[in-house]
């Protein structure tokens, strides 16, 4: 049983060191930055076109740039 409580006291230390626990962002901010993302790369329906993960890609620079982050699509090649 020792070894079962040490093993949740490790998880739990990491939960609780991680970034992500403690720098989530606010429900302005994630809203926000949702929206641009399908502004900047609109839904399609699956299995239509090839996926990847730009949409994702974007959400996740905005929030970490605190949604200052303009909602402008990247220049492609």
């Known amino acids: 049983m ?11 230390a990491l939960l609780l060191s991680s970034s992500a626990a ?7 901010t994630a809203k ?3 929206r641009a993302a399908y ?3 609109p839904y399609k329906r699956p299995g239509a076109a090839p996926m990847n993960g730009d949409r994702l890609h974007f959400f996740q620079q905005c929030v970490a740039q605190e ?11």
């Open 2 to 12: 020792s070894s079962i409580t040490v093993r949740f006291g490790a998880v739990l």
């Open 22 to 28: 403690i720098a989530a962002p606010d429900a302005e």
């Open 32 to 34: 926000r930055c949702l």
């Open 39 to 41: 502004m900047v790369y």
């Open 67 to 77: 949604g200052s982050k303009s909602a402008e699509a990247p220049k492609r090649d």
